[in-house]
């Protein structure tokens, strides 16, 4: 069974562009979360997709926006970069809720110069 | 202050050395306690899930929740090399499906 991908693993923006980030959740799994990771705050949520609805929001700026397709597949954008959104991006997937193992992706590093 | 607390280390120990992982939460809504494990360059893999307090076993890996202190710990027997990694603490408060997660403790096994 393939496991969570991501793409693309690294990425170098400068201060002002927009970013796009896509995840590929484990087949049969409807439920994608996407986190920041940086060493300072560490892993913090930033949503939830659920059958393409977004299900729960963590405390990120209007900048950051995702979307789920009819696949389960889903993509994470990011408006107006600036220096402190360079962090690890990590997607998780799982079947349905809190109940089912979050299983993550190898994440998106992305570096805003 | 943050939710969840966790020391960052790095915690340096020998190989076969008994290891102890802690963390402190502050809102008594989390309910499901969680260990993740994640190594260089990957995404974290869950090691360890409960939901009550106690200890929980799976191998060399102990889980161990205390609600009334608000305080989580995991324990690593025999530890090995290979168990080095940065170890994260998460939980779900009550009636959503959001994770938190601590900021991680780096342990170092070395032979």
């Known amino acids: 069974k393939a496991g969570v991908t991501q793409t693309p693993r690294y990425l170098i923006k400068t201060r002002g562009q927009q970013v796009t980030l896509s995840c590929s959740p484990i087949s049969g799994h409807r439920s994608v979360s996407w986190y920041q990771q940086t060493p300072g705050q560490g892993l913090q949520f930033l949503f939830e997709y659920f059958s393409e609805t977004q299900r729960n929001k963590g405390n990120f700026p209007g900048r950051f926006s995702g979307r789920q397709f009819s696949n389960s597949r889903s993509e994470m954008n990011v408006s107006t970069l600036e220096l402190g959104d360079s962090a690890l991006y990590l997607c998780?997937?799982?079947?349905?809720?809190?109940?089912?193992?979050?299983?993550f992706g190898p994440g998106t590093r992305l570096t805003v110069l | 202050q943050k939710e969840v607390e966790q020391d960052p280390g790095p915690l340096s120990v020998p190989e076969g050395a008994i290891v102890s992982l802690n963390c402190t939460y502050s809102n008594s809504a989390f309910q499901y306690f969680m260990w993740y494990r994640q190594y260089s360059r990957k995404g974290p893999e869950l090691l360890m899930y409960?939901?009550?307090?106690g200890n929980k076993e799976d191998g060399r890996f102990t889980a161990q929740v205390d609600k009334s202190s608000k305080y989580i710990s995991l324990f690593i027997r025999d530890s090995q090399p290979s168990d080095s990694a940065t170890y994260l603490c998460a939980m779900i408060p009550y009636n959503t499906d959001k994770l938190i997660f601590g900021t991680g403790t780096r342990l170092q096994v070395f032979p």
């Open positions: 998780a997937s799982r079947k349905t809720d809190y109940t089912d193992t979050q299983y």
């Open positions: 409960t939901y009550s307090s």
